[in-house]
């Protein structure tokens, strides 16, 4: 049965924020205001700030915005554990019957909101917020996310393009969400491969409010190599097929140096044959270790099982937002 007033949680991770945050706050606030008055969404909605091991004001602020706000809750988690995490931290601290999540720097268009929750009203499950024009990005992040989708479909990967974690999920895409025990979970990737009706929503992605990024380039390229190796092992198969490739390639020279020695009289062996394939092989052998290290790598940290977070403290909403008039 399609649930015609669902009650719907925004969860909103965030890292050294404080300069965005009681803006993010003000502007959610009042489009949730406005879709439980709507009757778009129901009452016991909530926004859900996750304070991600903030070093700055971020959670002091979150427990004021919490007070001045009837539905803002919060949980702080017990140290820096990265954007994906603090996601999921979110994620599992919800109750609605479908769940938003959204960057706190007002990036994306928080007015699509309403269309993801028409469009679960609809009858799906996952909604996915794409930009459509990132012209507000810098030349580099708007290139290197170009090479990353690239990159991450050439390996298999079923990734939605320009879609990062901006999306609505319902309860029980949720539930099949949590079912994954996975430490390195790459949202990105593993939400396509849930299955149930989805649709997109598309935006323009704005520039970020205030302040900086909180993905410089070092955790750019931790994102992509997880993603990468999380859920593809066509590096691996690479390796193998260029190793394959090689050793057709040393026979055939073996071949040829055969033929040279039986047929010739020229049969002195060139430097280039004796001595390049050595560095050849040497370097595609510590290529190959490199890759299987990874995956061995991978291997190890799952097996650990280790928590992928720990709540420090936590803020319950303060009331509710008035019923409106019938
Ligand atoms: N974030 C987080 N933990 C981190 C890094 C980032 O919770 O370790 C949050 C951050 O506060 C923001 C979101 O993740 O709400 C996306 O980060 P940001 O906007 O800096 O990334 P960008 O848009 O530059 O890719
Ligand atoms: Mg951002």
């Not at 008055?37 to 700055?56: E, Y």
């Not at 017990?78 to 769940?99: F, I, K, P, W, Y």
């Not at 510590?286 to 299987?292: D, H, P, R």
């Amino acid at each position: 049965m399609i649930n015609t007033c669902p009650a719907l949680d925004i969860v909103i991770p965030c890292y050294n924020e404080e300069e965005v945050l009681a803006e993010t706050a003000s502007r959610i606030s009042e489009l949730l205001c406005k879709m439980i008055r709507n009757k778009t969404v129901a009452a016991t909605s909530c926004i859900l700030f996750v304070d991600d091991g903030s070093a700055d004001t971020t959670w002091q602020l979150i427990s004021e915005l919490s007070r001045q706000y009837p539905h803002i809750r919060g949980i702080q988690l017990s140290r820096n554990r990265g954007h994906q995490n603090a996601l999921l931290a979110g994620l599992a601290n919800t109750r609605g019957d479908a769940v938003v999540s959204i960057d706190a720097d007002l990036q994306d268009d928080i007015n699509v909101i309403e269309d993801m929750v028409n469009c679960f009203k609809e009858g799906n499950d996952i909604v996915y917020g794409v930009r459509d024009d990132r012209s507000t990005d810098t030349f580099f992040k708007r290139h290197s996310a170009i090479l990353f989708y690239r990159l991450l479909r050439l390996m298999g990967i079923d990734i939605i393009i320009n879609h990062a974690d901006y999306r609505l999920l319902s309860r029980r895409a949720l539930q099949a969400l949590n079912q994954h025990q996975e430490v390195n979970l790459f949202l990105r990737g593993i939400v396509p491969t849930l299955g149930f009706n989805s649709c997109k929503v598309t935006y323009k992605r704005n520039e970020r409010f205030a302040g900086e990024s909180k993905y410089p380039l070092k955790k750019m390229l931790a994102l992509a190599f997880d993603g990468i190796t999380s859920f593809s092992a066509v590096p691996l198969r690479a390796i193998a097929i260029l190793g394959i490739l090689v050793f057709a390639f040393s026979m055939l020279i073996s071949l040829w140096a055969l033929w040279v020695r039986l047929f010739t009289d020229t049969a002195v062996p060139g430097w280039a044959s004796s001595v390049l394939p050595i560095y050849l092989l040497g370097g595609l052998q510590l290529l190959g270790m490199g890759v299987v290290g990874e995956y061995v790598a991978k291997v190890y940290l799952e097996t650990k099982r280790r928590p992928k977070y720990f709540i420090a403290d936590s803020i319950e909403e303060q009331g509710r937002i008035e019923e409106p008039e019938a």
